[in-house]
């Protein structure tokens, strides 16, 4: 008779045996660690997204762009953060906010490609110039 990996493995909280309440079981040892995403950090983050769903419609972000695009808006908030500018003047909102939803969405993009090869055009770093050097 096949046994159930469950049935034998360790909770990493909690207690299967116990019937007290708070000593519910959790197996989340091998889970992303989302507590330790301070999530008040966020609001710059999510002021500009909304500030996207105004401009455009909301979730225009998640279809994708051309990686360069991202990464030439990322630089130029980059930028005006180094020379000391901390709000966008175009939507007053901070550069830092504008520079991570620029982040979030490579990362949307290297997901949606890891899923659709067919969209790896959409990654068009120039790294193939940059072949054998290092940062």
């Given at each position: 008779?096949?046994t159930?990996?469950?049935?034998k493995?360790k909770?990493?909280e909690?207690?299967?045996?116990?019937?007290?309440?708070?000593s519910?079981?959790r197996f989340?040892?091998?889970k992303?660690?989302?507590?330790?995403v301070?999530?008040?950090l966020?609001?710059?983050t999510?002021?500009?997204?909304?500030y996207?769903?105004?401009?455009?419609?909301?979730?225009?972000?998640?279809?994708?762009?051309?990686?360069?695009?991202?990464?030439a808006?990322?630089?130029?908030?980059?930028?005006?953060?180094?020379?000391?500018?901390?709000?966008?003047?175009?939507?007053?909102?901070p550069?830092?906010?504008?520079?991570?939803?620029?982040?979030?969405?490579?990362?949307?993009?290297?997901?949606?490609?890891?899923i659709?090869?067919?969209?790896?055009?959409?990654?068009?770093?120039?790294?193939?110039?940059?072949?054998?050097?290092?940062y």
């Amino acid at each position: 008779m096949a046994t159930n990996k469950l049935q034998k493995a360790k909770p990493a909280e909690g207690d299967l045996e116990s019937q007290d309440f708070g000593s519910g079981a959790r197996f989340n040892s091998d889970k992303t660690r989302y507590e330790l995403v301070p999530t008040h950090l966020l609001k710059s983050t999510a002021d500009v997204f909304a500030y996207g769903a105004e401009k455009y419609v909301p979730w225009n972000w998640a279809k994708c762009a051309k990686m360069s695009q991202y990464i030439a808006s990322a630089k130029r908030h980059l930028a005006a953060i180094e020379m000391g500018e901390d709000i966008d003047p175009e939507s007053g909102r901070p550069h830092r906010g504008h520079l991570m939803c620029n982040l979030l969405m490579i990362e949307q993009l290297h997901n949606v490609i890891a899923i659709n090869p067919d969209l790896a055009y959409l990654d068009d770093r120039p790294h193939k110039w940059f072949k054998g050097q290092t940062y």
